[in-house]
């Protein structure tokens, strides 16, 4: 069988699908755009990007990437299967042009429709579409998934002296005032924490333990992070129904989780000795829940959610 995933992997999670399918002895590809690096030929050539964008709403760079999916599916040849995550990126015409190459054109979104408009994915063009977001799976009928633990179950560290007890990632955006709230909560309680805010532009109202940085954080470092942290956080956000990977890699790592996703009470691995969730507008954050040990999934529980499980699943796969 011969699976391509065509996707924008920037944190390298999509990898992952495609790692999974070779195991399983699959011929897998995975097209990441991410890695297409579009050059303009000269300083005219960038002008008039600009001026296509602002008159016409046509993108050189965009339309050059497109062309560097087809020319690849060009090379790979027809395909058993081809998955697109959140397809929203790619215009309609491009999609048609890419079904040519499969008897089975799958979409996965993980982002909310409230956020990505997918008006131009609901005109039959995918044979299935998948969700991590209940509320778009009830409106448009796509099948529910979830994301997916990707990385190798962790020994539990219940006793270990860790370096924060609580740590999170994340741009800047409409979760800043719930951070810093919850910093004050945690500067209360006398509980460490390593909060990390990236953007352009340092907030004026950020809280002063809260570290601020320009670079995005690379993975190594990322890693380095999960490994020395007792907790992670998850703040959503607006309108996001869906998991974030935050949330499975706290059960790779067998850590517990403080979220403001209160979704996850919906899942057959909440466990409220594990998984704190907040009220954000009623914070409140309760010291006993640092003090609880964590509590291990069953075998069951935990491989339906592997990405191995997943696969299969979005694939329609035998295990």
Not at 140 to 153: D, E, R, V
Not at 215 to 243: A, C, P, T, W
Request: include cysteine.
């Amino acid at each position: 069988m011969k699976i391509c995933i065509i996707s924008f992997d920037h944190w390298h999670y999509d990898s992952y699908i495609n790692e999974a399918l070779q195991k399983k002895g699959i011929i897998s590809y995975h097209i990441n755009t991410g890695n297409f690096k579009y050059i303009y030929p000269n300083f005219f050539y960038r002008i008039l990007n600009f001026l296509q964008k602002l008159i016409f709403k046509r993108n050189i760079k965009k339309i050059k990437q497109y062309e560097f999916i087809l020319k690849k599916l060009d090379q790979l040849g027809h395909q058993d299967k081809i998955l697109v995550i959140n397809p929203d990126l790619i215009p309609l015409k491009i999609h048609h042009q890419i079904k040519k190459y499969t008897q089975s054109y799958i979409a996965y979104l993980y982002d909310s429709s409230k956020r990505y408009k997918i008006d131009h994915l609901l005109e039959n063009v995918f044979d299935n579409v998948f969700s991590f977001d209940n509320d778009d799976v009830q409106k448009f009928g796509f099948k529910p998934i979830s994301n997916y633990i990707y990385k190798q179950k962790r020994e539990l560290k219940s006793n270990e002296n860790f370096k924060y007890s609580v740590f999170i990632i994340l741009s800047v955006d409409e979760r800043l005032e719930l951070l810093n709230k919850i910093s004050l909560q945690l500067d209360a309680l006398e509980i460490s924490y390593k909060f990390i805010l990236v953007g352009s532009h340092k907030p004026s109202n950020l809280n002063p333990k809260i570290s601020f940085q320009k670079n995005k954080i690379n993975l190594v470092e990322m890693e380095n992070y999960l490994d020395e942290s007792e907790i992670f956080l998850d703040l959503v956000r607006d309108h996001q129904v869906g998991l974030s990977f935050r949330v499975f890699e706290s059960l790779a790592y067998q850590k517990k989780l403080i979220t403001s996703n209160t979704s996850i009470l919906e899942y057959d691995f909440y466990n409220p000795k594990n998984i704190l969730v907040l009220d954000s507008q009623n914070l409140e954050i309760n010291r006993e829940f640092f003090s609880i040990n964590y509590a291990p999934l069953s075998d069951e529980v935990y491989n339906f959610y592997t990405i191995d499980n997943w696969v299969s699943r979005i694939f329609d796969l035998k295990n």
